[in-house]
């Protein structure tokens, strides 16, 4: 049966030859296979293959895209801080700089430790100090502050959004950043954490001083030139690590956000609810119908197995905001498997109404493990040795989206699994579509009366704009 992909028509009629009709033309297409990333393709299309149509419904918007991003961290700087200069300019010119690459516009940073920073910190470790009179970000205006400064250079519209793995140690239960820490092989049973514990001290006095820790994060950023515009109360609240991690239940989060939310709406800082990373939604009713709470939560935002748990609550809460916070991020070899997952990330996550998508590392030491023994996938992989970088398949992948959907796009509803697409608001179509096979395949772009044939390379990523 013949597949369709509904697209929104645009009104200029620009580009090359069509097979027949007269309507919108591919202006450009770009290919990425593993060995030959980011290729021009000629857009000359031909007569009607044997492959899927894909056909018009100018009425199939959907949600309104606000940016694409990825998560700065210690390990990323400190990679990138192994290249010359000049190569690292290269590589944040690609990234950020409006129009030349990704393009990226919205980013997210910890705030401390997570799991890849250089080790175990926090802005205040003094026991009992809920005056916050030792607190300092010394640690990061040598570490995170740079990166980001330099992103901010070459967009200075870029947003950031920021998030905890884990707050000051002595706030916790158990005195220590992680919930089951490898390193103390004699922490006794029970100042070990676990899923379904708040780990947090449930006193009013720890969540007044842990807001307040929120705020004066904010205020030290801010007088570094760094604008924060959101925080989320804690990376995956239902994970029991071993790197900075804290559990909270749905009632203890929504206990704390009663105060942060406050502190920060002084500020003008949104507050969202996140990063979720459980298939269950019932913890985003908790939060969302507190009456004191509800009203301020402008978003909520998924990760890892929280993917499930996003249809249900984009069907509960339509009027929030819905960011995906974290890729998920493989196993260090940015190969080919792991990238088609990704892109099935992409299509799930894009077409469950998230209008915010951010990748994880931005850049990793080859072969490189984190404080806490991980290996994982990144944008960028910086060979020690040599002093040199190259981009993954999956900084391509992400590009092949961020390079040409316009923030104030809409997404338009497919009825084709393996692609998405976009309606800019210049009056452009952005097709994104993938051939995961080993041999060429031929799709038709079926625009009115207008049609396109083309045949994807195999094992490709394909970015088509029509206009």
Request: hydrophobic share 35%; proline share 5%.
């Amino acid at each position: 049966m013949e597949k369709t992909i509904r697209l929104l028509a645009a009104a200029a009629l620009l580009g090359l030859a069509t097979a027949c009709g007269n309507g919108p033309q591919i202006i450009e297409w770009v290919a990425t296979t593993m060995d030959e990333p980011w290729q021009q393709i000629d857009g000359k299309s031909g007569a009607a293959g044997t492959g899927d149509v894909i056909k018009i419904d100018p009425t199939a918007t959907e949600q309104e895209m606000l940016g694409f991003g990825v998560s700065f961290s210690e390990l990323g700087w400190q990679s990138m801080s192994l290249l010359p200069q000049e190569d690292r300019k290269a590589v944040l010119d690609e990234m950020f700089q409006p129009g030349l690459g990704a393009g990226f516009t919205i980013c997210r940073l910890p705030i401390g430790a997570n799991d890849f920073s250089i080790d175990f910190y926090s802005f205040d470790e003094t026991e009992g100090d809920f005056e916050l009179k030792d607190f300092s970000i010394d640690r990061d205006r040598t570490t995170l502050l740079p990166l980001v400064k330099e992103a901010l250079q070459r967009n200075p519209s870029l947003k950031i959004w920021s998030s905890p793995w884990c707050p000051p140690s002595w706030m916790k239960y158990n005195k220590h950043y992680a919930m089951r820490p490898a390193e103390v092989n004699d922490l006794p049973e029970e100042r070990r954490g676990y899923e379904g514990q708040d780990m947090f001290i449930q006193d009013e006095r720890y969540f007044d001083a842990y807001a307040r820790y929120f705020g004066r994060y904010i205020d030290a950023y801010k007088e570094e030139g760094v604008d924060i515009s959101m925080v989320m109360p804690q990376n995956e609240p239902n994970s029991d690590q071993n790197f900075p991690s804290c559990c909270w239940t749905a009632k203890g989060l929504t206990a704390f956000l009663r105060h942060l939310c406050q502190e920060m709406d002084q500020r003008g800082v949104d507050v969202y609810f996140g990063t979720w990373e459980r298939a269950k939604a019932d913890a985003i009713d908790t939060v969302m119908t507190d009456p004191e709470v509800g009203r301020y939560i402008k978003g909520l935002a998924f990760q890892w197995a929280g993917r499930s748990a996003l249809p249900i609550a984009h069907s509960r809460y339509p009027e929030l905001t819905y960011v995906m916070s974290e890729q998920e991020c493989g196993d260090g070899l940015n190969d080919w498997k792991g990238a088609c997952h990704s892109w099935e990330l992409m299509k799930h996550y894009l077409g469950n109404g998230v209008q915010i998508y951010d990748y994880w590392n931005i850049s990793l030491i080859k072969n490189g493990l984190s404080r806490w023994g991980w290996r994982q996938n990144s944008l960028v992989v910086v060979d020690e040795a040599e002093r040199s970088y190259e981009f993954t398949i999956e900084y391509y992948l992400i590009k092949h989206a961020s390079h040409f959907v316009q923030k104030g796009a809409r997404k338009l509803h497919l009825d084709y699994e393996n692609a998405l697409a976009f309606a800019n608001p210049d009056g452009s179509i952005i097709v994104i579509t993938s051939n995961e096979g080993p041999e060429p395949a031929d799709i038709t772009l079926s625009i009115g009366e207008t049609q396109h044939s083309v045949t994807l390379k195999p094992l490709s990523f394909n970015t088509f704009v029509l206009k």
